[in-house]
């Protein structure tokens, strides 16, 4: 099945830091462009940040601006998404979906239909 795997989810508190990590299962992403998404109870899906196919390009909501750090080893067909600073209202399941071509900007990211969707790994932020 060609999906993409969302890991790294977990329990912390605010302030903390968690890694999530997104593989490619059965394809490679080295040519796509990879978002991450996320969706709070209760509320719909949010864009949270994009990276290009190259890692020359990213993007993010203005909401975790200068606390998340996406990132991508093309070799190993992973995508990262470095969470610090975690704050309750970052509390959701997370998923990572591919966004774009070789060539995509991560421009408008959050609007993007998006493929290969995972089944989300749960971040609460919580003391």
């Known amino acids: 099945q060609l999906q993409l795997v969302e890991s790294g989810g977990g329990l912390v508190q605010p302030g903390g830091s968690l890694t999530l990590s997104c593989a490619a299962s059965g394809f490679t992403v080295a040519y796509d462009a990879v978002g991450w998404f996320r969706r709070a109870p209760g509320t719909g899906r949010e864009g949270v940040s994009c990276?290009?196919?190259?890692?020359?390009?990213?993007n993010y909501v203005d909401a975790v601006k200068g606390r998340f750090t996406i990132s991508r080893d093309n070799a190993k067909n992973i995508v990262y998404l470095q969470m610090n600073d975690l704050k309750s209202e970052d509390t959701a399941v997370y998923y990572c979906?591919?966004?774009?071509?070789?060539?995509?900007?991560?421009?408008?990211?959050?609007?993007?239909?998006?493929?290969?969707w995972g089944n989300g790994t749960p971040v609460t932020v919580s003391s």
């Open positions: 990276i290009s196919s190259s890692g020359t390009s990213t």
């Open positions: 979906a591919v966004v774009g071509g070789t060539y995509y900007s991560c421009k408008d990211f959050e609007a993007r239909h998006g493929d290969y």
